[in-house]
């Protein structure tokens, strides 16, 4: 019964590739997120999504997109892969109403680990 | 902007010990929210505990305790007794109920729990 979940675990590409990784939830809640992490485990918002709005982080390269087919799922997109994107990505998750706020608690998934070669 | 700091690095200790991870905040927000976040080796992301700006009472849960203090703007966590199983990276982080920050998120604290 994983509340938030992500595929693939890792993932491994070449320079110049596109990929997507899937994330969904059975929480029912309202807003989805990813996040990144770097390599020194910094932890930074890149999209949070609900029906009605996306609000993007503005250092977030426009080769990033997030595609939600319904509800429970926000998948990431990323066209022309390039060595700085290699980092684990966490989709979460939180009742919130509106995309951009932050003030219910956030699920993660087990989070998504990109290598860029 | 919103800003949490989390100024120790890594904390090193043997196992039964208490331990205090500190996280200083800033926000010009009126009403926020504070988190804290376990990382284990594993890699996953745990959630401990939520607060609002409102409430500065301080919350015990097992070995666990929280001190919120408004004044200061920190919000402390303690672990009494500590295990290895504690070994982990704890992150605070802040949220608000506007602009596209999602949730701010400190550098986190290497915590190791020597046997």
């Given at each position: 019964?994983?509340?938030?979940?992500?595929?693939?675990?890792?993932?491994?590409?070449?320079?110049?590739?596109?990929?997507?990784?899937?994330?969904?939830?059975?929480?029912?809640?309202?807003t989805?997120y990813w996040y990144k992490q770097?390599?020194?485990?910094f932890l930074k918002i890149m999209f949070s999504?609900?029906?009605?709005?996306?609000?993007?982080n503005?250092?977030?390269?426009?080769?990033?997109?997030?595609?939600?087919?319904?509800?429970?799922?926000?998948?990431?997109?990323?066209?022309?892969?390039?060595?700085?994107?290699?980092?684990?990505?966490f989709?979460a998750s939180s009742?919130e109403?509106?995309?951009g706020g932050s003030t219910d608690t956030q699920y993660f998934?087990?989070?998504?680990?990109?290598?860029?070669? | 902007?919103q800003k949490v700091?989390?100024?120790?690095?890594?904390?090193?200790?043997?196992?039964?010990?208490?331990?205090?991870?500190?996280?200083?905040y800033?926000t010009?927000?009126?009403?926020y929210y504070l988190f804290w976040y376990?990382?284990?080796?594993?890699?996953?992301l745990?959630f401990?505990?939520r607060?609002?700006?409102?409430?500065?009472?301080?919350?015990?849960?097992?070995?666990?305790?929280?001190?919120?203090?408004?004044?200061?703007?920190?919000?402390?966590?303690?672990?009494?007794?500590?295990?290895?199983?504690?070994?982990?990276?704890?992150f605070c982080a802040l949220g608000s109920g506007?602009g596209a920050d999602g949730l701010t998120f400190g550098?986190?604290?290497?915590?190791?729990?020597?046997?």
């Amino acid at each position: 019964d994983t509340a938030v979940s992500q595929t693939p675990k890792y993932l491994v590409t070449q320079m110049g590739n596109d990929k997507s990784i899937k994330c969904e939830q059975n929480l029912g809640h309202d807003t989805m997120y990813w996040y990144k992490q770097d390599s020194k485990k910094f932890l930074k918002i890149m999209f949070s999504y609900n029906n009605k709005e996306l609000i993007i982080n503005e250092t977030v390269p426009n080769r990033f997109s997030p595609k939600s087919p319904d509800k429970a799922h926000l998948n990431l997109h990323i066209n022309s892969l390039e060595l700085g994107d290699s980092a684990v990505y966490f989709c979460a998750s939180s009742h919130e109403r509106l995309a951009g706020g932050s003030t219910d608690t956030q699920y993660f998934g087990p989070g998504t680990r990109l290598t860029v070669l | 902007a919103q800003k949490v700091t989390q100024a120790q690095t890594e904390i090193s200790v043997v196992e039964k010990e208490d331990v205090t991870l500190d996280c200083v905040y800033e926000t010009r927000d009126t009403t926020y929210y504070l988190f804290w976040y376990k990382q284990p080796p594993s890699g996953e992301l745990v959630f401990l505990i939520r607060r609002n700006s409102f409430d500065e009472q301080n919350e015990i849960s097992g070995r666990y305790s929280w001190n919120f203090q408004k004044s200061t703007s920190s919000f402390n966590f303690t672990i009494t007794a500590s295990q290895v199983v504690d070994s982990a990276v704890y992150f605070c982080a802040l949220g608000s109920g506007g602009g596209a920050d999602g949730l701010t998120f400190g550098k986190g604290t290497h915590l190791i729990i020597q046997p």
